[in-house]
Nanobody, 124 residues
Framework: QVQLVESGGGLVQTGGSLTLSCTASGGTFGATIMGWFRQAPGKQREFVAA????????KYGDFVAGRFTISRDNVRQVGYLRIDSLKSEDTAVYYC?????????????????WGRGTQVTVSS
């Protein structure tokens, strides 16, 4: 089973940009779909984006409004999430996840491997 480690979180000012990374090991990253979720204090885990194994299909949460971009590099076994025009409400722990299926879904249940998360804090 693939193992995932997120990185790239930190403290960023409102309006800035940030790129999160999800580094995979212990499996074939290119054979899995990948998703990003986030969870703010007191809130439920929220779907952000997902990408197919080859990278040719993408799905975004309704709140994204063009500010989020998901991508992947299967040679390096790294997934990415770029966040532009950061807002205070983007403050959350961001998790990457992988799964064996082909359907891109906002349902956490289809992802069987999760990273431990990286904190993004947006200051105003």
């Amino acid at each position: 089973q693939v193992q995932l480690v997120e990185s790239g979180g930190g403290l960023v000012q409102t309006g800035g940009s940030l790129t999160l990374s999800c580094t995979a090991s212990g499996g074939t990253f290119g054979a899995t779909i990948m998703g990003w979720f986030r969870q703010a204090p007191g809130k439920q885990r929220e779907f952000v984006a997902a990408i197919s194994s080859s990278g040719n299909r993408r799905k975004y949460g309704d709140f994204v409004a063009g500010r989020f971009t998901i991508s992947r590099d299967n040679v390096r076994q790294v997934g990415y999430l770029r966040i532009d025009s950061l807002k205070s409400e983007d403050t959350a722990v961001y998790y990457c996840a992988s799964g064996p299926g082909t359907t891109l879904s906002a349902r956490p249940a289809i992802y069987d491997t999760w990273g431990r998360g990286t904190q993004v804090t947006v200051s105003s």
